[in-house]
């Protein structure tokens, strides 16, 4: 499931409202301009920190199954599970139930567990969610739609990954180190194969390029500039 959400359909309709999954967050905000504006919509830059830090307990106890009994992520069909995908998935499942829910129940208490999981699972949730947010839903990132006629995108894929990618922060190295180099989400959807230790050299190659080519490079030197352009663009899809 996570091959499919993210390696195919993120990686290739990057930004792609009805097809990239990552913007999917309705009824509860607005990611993209193509998308319905609900009333809520005009506080979403206000409470949408309070729904990042949900998105670990979303993931693991919701969106995971719903992902598994409906057969499909958004309106993308999901690959027929072999008896191994299924044992993989029902196995790590009750792993995952048993290490971080029954075990500190028992040794711990109900109530010590409880405030224990709500709060790291809140910090994971927020953390996860941001860096991400921050790589595609900025003010300079584009949100193509295909054509009417020929449900074809303009671009080819590397410009469009280009286009609808951010980076931040990219001289700070402790940031870098946190987040595993996804600070330079421009070359990790361009590279998702290489390693992250050689982003750095490899973005200097890109940025030569894009200028050769005329195709703007979305950076934001400092992470708090990111986090501002976020809250931004969510505040105008808000509005509008």
């Known amino acids: 499931m996570w091959n499919m959400k993210h390696n195919l359909i993120h990686h290739m309709y990057t930004n792609v409202d009805g097809v990239d999954d990552d913007l999917d967050v309705q ?74 829910v029954a075990l500190p129940i028992y040794t711990a208490g109900f109530v010590a567990w409880l405030v224990g999981f709500v709060v790291f699972a809140a910090i994971a949730g927020f953390t996860l969610s941001l860096v991400f947010q921050l790589a595609h839903t900025v003010e300079h990132a584009a949100f193509p739609m295909p054509d009417e006629i020929t449900n074809k995108l303009e671009d080819e894929w590397a410009i469009h990954q280009i286009k609808t990618t951010a980076n931040f922060a990219t001289h700070n190295k402790v940031i870098s180190w ?14 998702p194969k290489i390693s992250h230790v050689h982003y750095p050299a490899i973005s200097k190659i890109i940025k030569q390029m894009c200028e050769e080519f005329d195709i703007t490079y979305n950076e934001y030197p400092k992470m708090r500039y990111a986090v501002v352009s976020h809250v931004s663009y969510l505040r105008e899809l808000g509005r509008k």
């Open 27 to 100: 009824p509860w905000m607005r990611m993209s301009s193509t998308q319905p504006r609900r009333k809520l919509h005009r506080f979403q830059h206000l409470y949408f920190w309070f729904l990042y830090a949900l998105l670990y307990i979303a993931w693991i106890f919701f969106m995971d199954y719903q992902k598994y009994f409906k057969g499909k992520i958004g309106g993308m069909p999901i690959k027929k599970m072999t008896a191994t995908d299924q044992s993989v998935f029902w196995g790590f499942k009750v792993i995952h139930l048993l290490l971080f």
């Open 178 to 191: 946190l987040v595993g180099g996804l600070n330079f989400q421009v070359e990790h959807h361009l590279f």
